[in-house]
């Protein structure tokens, strides 16, 4: 079933197709292409689907659907962690505090950063939880 509900950017009517209870249905597609112009806007996300005739909650699934399928693409898989290769840190290896920083790069896009040998034990609560 198609339905006149829009009309484009050049004042032509746009068949939106939808199904029997008379949702619109968008493809994918479409879907990201709303995405990125929502990206764009300086709107939230409530005033956004609201101007745009989109039911809010679908909007929320679209944009988790989104952000669930950018963060599975951008981090590579670990399977154990023979992948990576572990050094010891002693305390009595760390320079005196305000001397300088460690940095710390896992992969191309995260670094870990310290500054301070005060805070060695947060760096290690942290490297701990995620070996």
Same mark, same amino acid.
């Given at each position: 079933m198609?339905?006149? !509900?829009?009309?484009?950017? !050049?004042?032509?009517?746009v ?8 949702r ?11 995405l990125d112009a =929502? ?8 005033? =956004? ?5 989109i !039911?809010?909650?679908?909007f929320?699934y679209?944009?988790?659907r989104r952000?669930?399928?950018?963060r599975?693409t951008d ?11 572990f ?10 505090? !305000?001397?300088?920083?460690i940095?710390i ?9 310290m500054?301070?040998s ?14």
């Amino acid at each position: 079933m198609t339905d006149m !509900n829009s009309i484009d950017s !050049n004042h032509s009517a746009v068949l939106l197709k939808t199904d029997s209870s008379g949702r619109v249905q968008r493809s994918r597609d479409e879907q990201e292409a709303i995405l990125d112009a =929502f990206e764009q806007s300086a709107m939230s996300g409530a005033q =956004f689907a609201r101007m745009h005739g989109i !039911n809010y909650q679908t909007f929320c699934y679209w944009r988790t659907r989104r952000r669930k399928a950018l963060r599975n693409t951008d981090v590579p898989k670990v399977d154990s962690c023979a992948d990576f290769n572990f050094i010891e840190v002693t305390s009595h290896s760390l320079a005196p505090a !305000n001397s300088g920083s460690i940095e710390i790069q896992i992969g191309s896009q995260t670094r870990i950063s310290m500054t301070s040998s005060q805070q060695a034990p947060i760096l290690a609560a942290l490297i701990k939880e995620l070996a």
